[in-house]
């Protein structure tokens, strides 16, 4: 029987990454002038490594909230905190919090 779920190339995946940063920046630019726009391009990155079952950077994971997939811009929509260890995310447009462990 034929997989379903085959292996992606490395090379799709790393392809992938890159268009999906290459899309955080454009939200990143745009979200200040069209908000709605920018959670859209991070809709799009994610399907992408979705798609290609790539691992996003969390580099970029930390730019989205997880639970209302929005972009987060630091001090307007997003507000950091430490706490024990830890960096937390507060997701100003759903209020839910984004922990990541930090060394
Ligand atoms: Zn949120």
């Known amino acids: ?46 399907k992408l490594c979705m798609k290609y079952k790539a691992k996003m950077p969390s580099v970029l994971k930390r730019r989205y909230c997880k639970h209302c997939k929005c972009y987060l811009r630091v001090g307007d929509n997003c507000r950091i905190r430490l706490n024990k260890g830890k960096v937390v995310y507060l997701c100003l447009n759903c209020k839910h919090f984004t922990r990541m462990r930090y060394r």
Do not use: C, D, T
């Open 1 to 46: 029987m034929k997989k379903r779920y085959s292996r992606k190339p490395r090379q799709l995946k790393e392809f992938a990454v890159e268009q999906a940063s290459q899309l955080f920046e454009k939200a990143e630019n745009v979200y200040s002038e069209n908000r709605e726009l920018a959670n859209e391009y991070v809709g799009i990155a994610r």
